[in-house]
């Protein structure tokens, strides 16, 4: 009996010790496979967007301006659903009400480790050198201008080019002749738009007025809607903001106007993202278009860049009409008519192929009218 006993003892002691040797000899063998497969490389992306983060900082006009910051934190919270990451484990940002807090929020997302962080707006191009210059070997993006860093990917666009054909369609649609737009900052950027859409217009009609007033900020709805009245009031019908939050206030008058004669036909040309649900109101929508400005791809392309080991870091980005980067909504089909549309398009193969150069400068600007 004892030596049976001891028989079976050694018998389930040496086959756990052979399921113990096959367990791990299986173990050895998946993992050899997945180092060549197909497996090991989807295991990897996951790791790696686990492990891979973006913040962005947003300017004074706040994340949800339903313009600029919106349209980039839409491309944010896309990328963060591309990879299954959630907020604040993979992507976040951080809001800002003035100047002030652009390098403490900055800072900030550098200390919570973020791989890569974005600066939303041209504002903060000196906290991003700053930031950028402290932290070599992190990761910073800034939207519409440029830093020059090795550690920084600087995202244009040919605002320009979509604001001209804005300036077209609103000179197609007006019935006063006289036109208006509003900036945010006197700046070279804003001139950009401002310089785009008023060649569009006189490139339809060389005698059609514009009238050009700066809010002074990106932030006071208050501002944009007086300056928008004064507009109204001296009978410009369609007006085209580069204002960002300031904006807001230009759709609040001409909703205002609109809802008092519902006959009146007054417009408001929108800017970064489609701007259509802003402009509704009532059976009427006051947007007669908007100029699209893909700062939601931008973003995801730089993360995605990032993400995979290759970003730009140094490089200057351009999106424009050619690429899709830049555009003009189509949304409002019955103020944005088919003949509105078909001259638009026209003048964007001329820009695409290069038969017009679209002016950028108050100077540029000025050599184009003259040779109009």
């Known amino acids: 009996m004892l030596k049976n006993r001891k028989f079976i003892l050694l018998f389930a002691l040496l086959l ?22 197909e497996g090991s490389s989807e295991g990897s992306s996951e790791e790696d ?32 659903e591309e990879h299954d990451l959630s907020k604040a484990d993979g992507f976040d940002y951080a809001q800002s009400e003035d ?13 919570n480790d973020y791989d890569l962080v974005f ?32 550690n920084v990917a600087s995202i244009t666009f040919a605002e320009h080019e979509g604001s001209f054909l804005t300036g077209v369609a609103a000179a197609m649609k007006t019935n006063t002749d006289k036109l ?35 809010v002074g900020n990106f932030s006071s709805a208050a501002d944009g809607k007086l300056i928008a009245t004064r507009m109204y009031n001296d009978g410009a019908d ?53 100029m699209v400005k893909r700062v939601d791809t931008s973003v995801i392309e730089v993360s995605n860049q990032g993400l995979n080991g290759e970003f730009p870091g140094g490089e200057v980005l351009v999106f424009g009409l050619e690429d899709e980067g830049i555009g003009i909504a189509e949304t409002n089909e019955e103020a944005y008519t088919e003949e509105i549309a078909t001259a638009v398009n026209e003048w964007k193969e001329k820009i695409i192929n290069g038969d017009v150069e679209i002016p950028k400068t108050h100077d540029e600007l000025k050599a184009f009218e003259e040779a109009l």
């Open 99 to 111: 100047e002030s807090d652009y390098l403490p929020n900055m800072t900030r997302l550098v200390r």
């Open 238 to 290: 369609v007006i085209y903001h580069s204002a960002g939050a300031a904006g807001n206030g230009v759709f609040a008058q001409a909703k205002d106007l609109k809802q008092k004669d519902p006959d009146r036909e007054i417009y408001v040309i929108g800017v970064d993202r489609d701007q259509y649900e802003e402009g509704a109101i009532g059976d009427h929508n006051v947007t007669l278009t908007s």
């Open 49 to 80: 967007s686990a492990d891979y983060t973006v913040g962005m900082v947003t300017d004074e006009g706040g994340v949800d301006d339903k313009s600029f910051n919106q349209s980039a934190w839409e491309g944010l919270q896309a990328w963060g």
């Open 119 to 150: 600066g939303i707006g041209f504002l903060l191009e000196d906290a991003i050198a700053e930031i950028a210059e402290q932290n070599p070997e992190k990761d910073f993006a800034i939207v519409d201008t440029v830093v020059d860093a090795p």
């Open 16 to 37: 756990s010790l052979g399921l113990v040797l096959a367990a791990c000899g299986g173990g050895d063998e998946k993992s050899s496979g997945n180092s060549e497969g």
């Open 180 to 214: 208006g737009f509003i900036g945010g900052v006197d700046s070279a950027l804003i001139n950009k738009f401002e310089a785009g859409f008023v060649a569009g217009a006189k490139s339809v009609n060389p005698d059609i007025e514009v009238d050009i007033q700066y």
